[in-house]
Structures are given as C-alpha cells and as structure tokens.
Nanobody, 115 residues
Framework: QVQLVESGGGLVQAGGSLSLSCAASLSIFSLKAMGWYRQAPGKQRELVATISGVGTTTYADSAKGRFTISRDNAKSTVYLRMNKLKPEDTAVYYC?????????WGQGTQVTVSS
C-alpha cells in the first residue's frame, strides 16, 4: 500500500502561481508513476501531469507550458508548480501513485483561481 500526503493549494488570482506537493510513504523508485489529476465540480477527474519511475513526464494539453511536475527522490515527493493560473484551473487536485497495477490517491487539495 501507498499513503500519499498532499500539501499546498489554496486561493490565487488569475495569472498567479501555486505549488502542490505530495509525499509518498514508499520509495519513489518502487512506484511506476506519480502525478496529479484534478476534478472540477460536475466534471470527471482528468489528468494534469505525471512522472514515471524513470522520470518521463506527461502533461495534459491544458497544462503544457504552464505547469511543471518534478520530484525529489530522497524525499519520495512529487511537486506540481502551476504558473499563469486561470479560473478554469479551479478544481480539487489529487495526487496519484501507481504501485504495480494498483492506483492510489491522495485526499485531494482545493485550488481556486479567482478572475
């Protein structure tokens, strides 16, 4: 099993920046991938960005050029730096980890972008 502890998020004005972090209870090298998804009210959960065990990153089109996913291997922590935030980025952001074929999720953290 993997426990994921998220931090960050909050309220920011459009054009501003926020950072999220997610600490895993296992070594990051034991995970196939970690990343972030988000879910806005009335919408399905969607991919934001992921980073594989070997460091390959994937971004949703909406995140490309604005968001950066990174990790600290020693801390088993993944970060999401979000710049140039838009009101449509408002959502609950969930940390995600894949251990083998099982997906694990954090409790979610609210990001609200005001116009």
């Amino acid at each position: 099993q993997v426990q994921l502890v998220e931090s960050g998020g909050g309220l920011v004005q459009a054009g501003g920046s926020l950072s999220l972090s997610c600490a895993a209870s296992l070594s990051i090298f034991s995970l196939k991938a970690m990343g972030w998804y988000r879910q806005a009210p009335g919408k399905q959960r969607e991919l934001v960005a992921t980073i594989s065990g070997v460091g390959t990153t994937t971004y949703a089109d909406s995140a490309k050029g604005r968001f950066t996913i990174s990790r600290d291997n020693a801390k088993s922590t993944v970060y999401l730096r979000m710049n140039k935030l838009k009101p449509e980025d408002t959502a609950v952001y969930y940390c995600y980890a894949k251990l083998g074929y099982v997906d694990y999720w954090g409790q979610g953290t609210q990001v609200t972008v005001s116009s």
